[in-house]
């Protein structure tokens, strides 16, 4: 009998036991804090005894609390089967090779129920298994290089991930699909844009907001989409591959340097900043929305650059920041540091002397802006002027993250604070433009109706 109880114990145990509810039974509850319909998953390893989970319709689950219960009821049966079989990838002479790099992430996931929680654990071989559809696109091989949440994604792994794409180009695959999180996935997206120039084939980054056990599940689409723009786009750009609208009705490629993760929850969540997106792209079509791009070329002249200097910072700035949050980055040893600053690209005066002392200490300080939108103009107010005379460089429109990874990108490369500002300031991927498209900051955001409405007009 325990095993249909699975790992309950104590209070818990006994509830299930006394209303005859079994695990994986579709059960209704009701408690002193409302109603309840959903699966009842195992206990995990972590949980208490005093509560059972269930996993709602929206894919959520929740815990309810032994003493609320007031009433269950089993109204079905149906255990779940998580395990995603690996298929070998049928070979086609006439479809394009496509490699996809597996990092981790909600696109590599599945929920476990031994914790609860989700796990990156699918192999990319895993991820065909679900997505059979990508055999009609492309021959694909797969390489799992790290199962991380994208949280744990740092310079080592960007510069591994740098050197083995840049592999693959020279022994001459036609696209690269990287599955990662979403989290930071515009931050590896410009570390790569950096550090792989003129690549001939498209590099495109692809992950899910929702995990693939869940029914509003972004993965298959999104990977879909991905494996498409690379197997087949002109496009020899960084990008990132995600849901253009919160429908599922198309996905947009963003440019890896002016892309962002703008909503924690939404799977249209990456908005592109600055800029207009660089292409829509549905399961037939590739619809570009720009043409100053790099083109796909047959070559395999890939150029690797995979530097990286840890001692640099971003600094979030807020009102009332002290001037010992800049003085401890210089007593650490940082060479450098990106301000996120209000406005134009302003902070407070008592931070003033502690930026006077980093940048007489050497320490290249940058401004951008908090507002994502629009440049820094430090000519607009004394207090820009005068952080100017303080050695604070503005970094025009580059995104704060961006110009962060493009700091220890260039520190990684030299030591000589000149050199540093020429690799700053000088454009590799979009993160500085000369103007930004009247456009783009309204009509380009994706499911909004100025959107739909101009799509439909000029994209027929
Ligand atoms: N926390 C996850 C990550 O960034 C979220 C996701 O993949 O969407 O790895």
Not at 151 to 167: F, R, V
Not at 214 to 225: E, G, I, K, Q, T
Request: aromatic letters at 10%; a neutral charge.
């Amino acid at each position: 009998m325990a095993d249909l109880f699975k790992g309950y114990k104590g209070q818990a145990l006994g509830l299930l036991k006394s209303y005859n509810i079994r695990v994986w039974s579709d059960t209704s509850v009701k408690t002193t804090r409302g109603d309840f319909r959903g699966i009842v998953l195992p206990r995990s390893e972590n949980d208490d005894d005093r509560h059972i989970v269930l996993k709602l319709a929206t894919g959520y689950n929740v815990g309810i609390a032994v003493e609320t219960v007031l009433d269950m009821k089993e109204e079905g049966y149906k255990e779940a089967h998580y395990k995603i079989p690996e298929k070998e990838f049928p070979f086609s002479e006439d479809k394009p090779n496509v490699k996809l790099f597996g990092t981790g992430g909600t696109i590599a996931s599945r929920l476990d129920y031994r914790t609860g929680a989700v796990i990156p654990a699918f192999s990319p071989g895993e991820l065909y298994g679900a997505v059979p559809e990508l055999a009609d696109i492309c021959n694909l091989t797969t390489e799992k290089l790290f199962a991380v949440f994208s949280e744990n994604m740092g310079p080592k792994q960007y510069i591994k991930l740098a050197i083995s794409i840049g592999k693959e180009i020279e022994k001459g695959i036609n696209g690269i699909v990287i599955g990662h999180g979403t989290d930071t996935m515009h931050h590896t997206a410009s570390a790569l844009a950096f550090m792989i120039q003129n690549s001939p084939v498209p590099i495109v980054m692809v992950g899910s907001q929702r995990s693939s056990d869940r029914p509003s599940s972004d993965a298959a689409l999104n990977l879909m989409h991905a494996t498409k723009a690379a197997a087949e786009s002109d496009i020899a750009e960084v990008m990132v591959c995600m849901f253009g609208p919160t429908s599922d009705e198309y996905g947009l490629l963003h440019s890896g340097c002016r892309v962002r993760k703008m909503h924690s929850s939404y799977r249209s969540t990456f908005r592109t900043l600055g800029d207009i997106p660089l292409a829509m792209i549905d399961r037939e079509k590739i619809t570009p929305l720009r043409d100053n791009y790099n083109k796909r070329r047959n070559d395999k002249n890939v150029k690797v650059l995979p530097y990286f200097e840890e001692k640099v910072a971003l600094i979030y700035y807020y009102p009332n920041m002290m001037p010992d949050i800049i003085d401890a980055l210089v007593d650490n040893g940082y060479k450098g540091i990106v301000i996120a600053g209000t406005g134009l690209g302003h902070v407070n005066k008592p931070v003033y002397p502690a930026i006077e002392r980093a940048t007489k200490a050497g320490v290249a300080i940058y401004m951008t802006v908090q507002t994502l939108w629009g440049y820094v103009h430090m000519f607009v107010y004394d207090t820009g002027r005068d952080l100017m005379s303080k050695g604070i460089i503005p970094a025009e429109n580059m995104l704060p993250e961006v110009a962060y990874i493009k700091l220890g990108w260039a520190f990684g490369q030299t030591n000589d604070l000149e050199e540093v500002k020429k690799i700053m300031l000088t454009p590799v991927c979009d993160e500085i433009t000369e103007r930004e498209p009247y456009n783009g900051y309204l009509v380009f955001q994706g499911g909004i109706p100025e959107m739909e409405e101009f799509l439909k007009r000029v994209h027929k």
